[in-house]
């Protein structure tokens, strides 16, 4: 009887916290800069293709305007657009507009701050190749954050980083954000067979990562997402055409569906607002990013 009241009474002070129940322990953001959403039919991908199939997924979530890379990290983990969080530029590492909100570490809200503020014990990692990465995410709310060296030089670094952070800390919440597509879509062209070369080359490091997860003990309380900031046209992005706008949104693992793709509508700030319904953490008001409840079970 006594263990029953306890439980009652922990049960409804959770309740009353406000904070949902989370869906997986872990979660693993994979970010490709210039992956396109009209790519994916077309690349030799069949890792990805793989987590497609075993969660859910979208071809058609937008980016915020203008398409390019600093406004749609910062939308990505901030869970609003730049109307709202003041970063519009390509290359923005400070936002040229007032953010309607800024936390005591003097930065819009991220996913990362939330998750830190409700769980202060939690690891928080970033790792990055492109430097404007560490002006977006709130490294004040990270554990590690590190940039990879020159991936012309060391292409694989990156990825060495991830697999060495992943198995030494176990993070509850990485980020890894990757500058190709990107670089090989402005030097050689998006849509080109070099662009294909480069999509192979990253959908191996992605099956590192996840043996990574795997080797690590994770992967049964593991969720995966695998997006992109924008797409691109020709050598550029940044305009309003849907090659540069539409991107993938693939999630797999604890707890999502084995629902393939999905129908509604999704933006950029909707991945912040996802990580946050997976861990139960309350959004902030000034957030306009929604879940996408539909691919959990």
């Known amino acids: 009887m006594k263990k029953t009241f306890l439980f009652l009474i922990a049960a409804l002070s959770f309740l009353l916290s406000g904070q949902a129940a989370e869906k997986a322990k872990h979660v693993v953001l994979i970010g490709l800069d210039g992956w396109g959403a009209y790519s994916v039919s077309k690349a030799e991908i069949p890792n990805i293709r793989k987590m497609m199939n075993e969660g859910c997924y979208t071809l058609k979530k937008r980016s915020a305007l203008p398409s390019s890379s600093a406004i749609n990290w910062a939308s990505m983990f901030m869970g609003a657009g730049p109307e709202l969080h003041g970063y519009t530029q390509w290359g923005s590492k400070v936002p040229e507009l007032p953010s309607r909100e800024v936390t005591e570490n003097g930065i819009f809200p991220t996913i990362f701050y939330l998750l830190h503020k409700a769980r202060p014990e939690a690891e928080i990692g970033c790792l990055y190749e492109w430097e404007g990465i560490k002006y977006l995410a709130d490294t004040l709310a990270l554990d590690y954050h590190a940039q990879a060296p020159d991936y012309n030089k060391h292409p694989e670094a990156l990825c060495g980083?991830?697999?060495?952070?992943?198995?030494?800390?176990?993070?509850?919440?990485?980020?890894?954000?990757?500058?190709?597509?990107?670089?090989?879509g402005h030097a050689a062209g998006h849509d080109t067979p070099e662009y294909y070369a480069k999509l192979n080359e990253l959908d191996i490091y992605v099956a590192r990562i996840v043996q990574a997860v795997k080797d690590a003990g994770?992967?049964?309380?593991?969720?995966?997402?695998?997006?992109?900031?924008?797409?691109?046209?020709?050598?550029?992005?940044g305009g309003k055409t849907m090659q540069e706008m539409e991107t993938p949104f693939i999630i797999c693992g604890?707890?999502?569906?084995?629902?393939?793709?999905?129908?509604?509508?999704?933006?950029?700030?909707?991945?912040?607002?996802?990580?946050?319904?997976?861990?139960?953490?309350?959004?902030?008001?000034?957030?306009i990013g929604r879940p996408m409840k539909q691919v959990f079970k």
């Open 254 to 287: 604890k707890n999502v569906k084995k629902g393939g793709e999905f129908s509604e509508s999704m933006m950029q700030y909707d991945v912040a607002s996802t990580i946050a319904y997976i861990f139960g953490l309350k959004q902030p008001q000034v957030w």
């Open 161 to 184: 980083m991830a697999e060495k952070y992943i198995k030494e800390k176990t993070p509850v919440l990485l980020a890894v954000c990757f500058d190709n597509p990107d670089h090989v």
């Open 218 to 237: 994770m992967f049964d309380n593991t969720i995966f997402i695998i997006t992109a900031d924008h797409g691109g046209i020709n050598k550029g992005h």
